[in-house]
């Protein structure tokens, strides 16, 4: 199948999202642009990175002298759930980030997970061999209610164990720091 490269630049919605409930959901990034919706899956750990690394690079540009805004527009917070049809693009494998200083603008790119040895091998984006891509281009204020969604849906998840921090089951699970015994 030949190489597809999804690009939002910008796109008129971009959100973490899950399907599913806690312990059993599926995570995805979604980009909206008109009638264009494309929905990638990726795990929970990624979201959360996602969103401290946006957060880490927002704080580095105000600390750089970047007029970065420090919350997104009051009665801006997107809380609606993902747009249908949710239909999985890839599986995300590597994430990045990047500051186009010409306008002062965030790409986040997630490449297709591949069986490739070494992941970081850059891939020209004219290459019909390589994987796929999703490339979406954000103003720092965009970058903000992505943050802010994302930490509340990682949040949103099954409470913690109190001994070892491990997502606590309904039925409870074997705890390291109870020696394996049950936890509930």
Not at 35 to 53: F, G, N, P
Not at 78 to 101: C, H, I, K, M, Y
Not at 126 to 139: A, I, N, Q, S
Request: proline share 10%.
């Amino acid at each position: 199948m030949p190489r597809r490269i999804f690009t939002f630049d910008p796109p008129e919605r971009f959100v973490a999202g899950t399907l599913g409930q806690p312990g059993q959901r599926t995570f995805y990034l979604q980009a909206r642009q008109g009638t264009s919706v494309v929905s990638i899956v990726l795990e929970k750990v990624q979201v959360s990175a996602l969103a401290d690394r946006l957060a880490a690079l927002l704080e580095e540009l105000r600390r750089r002298g970047v007029s970065i805004p420090t919350e997104p527009p009051a009665g801006g917070e997107d809380t609606a759930p993902l747009d249908e049809p949710v239909t999985e693009q890839f599986r995300a494998g590597t994430l990045s980030l990047a500051w186009d200083t010409r306008i002062e603008d965030i790409i986040v790119e997630a490449r297709a997970m591949t069986d490739e040895e070494d992941e970081n091998v850059e891939v020209d984006d004219d290459d019909p061999d390589g994987p796929d891509v999703f490339r979406v281009r954000l103003t720092p204020t965009a970058a903000l209610g992505f943050i802010q969604r994302a930490h509340r849906l990682v949040a949103a998840g099954r409470p913690p164990c109190p001994w070892c921090g491990q997502p606590l089951d309904p039925q409870g699970h074997f705890c390291p720091r109870r020696n394996g015994g049950r936890a509930n």
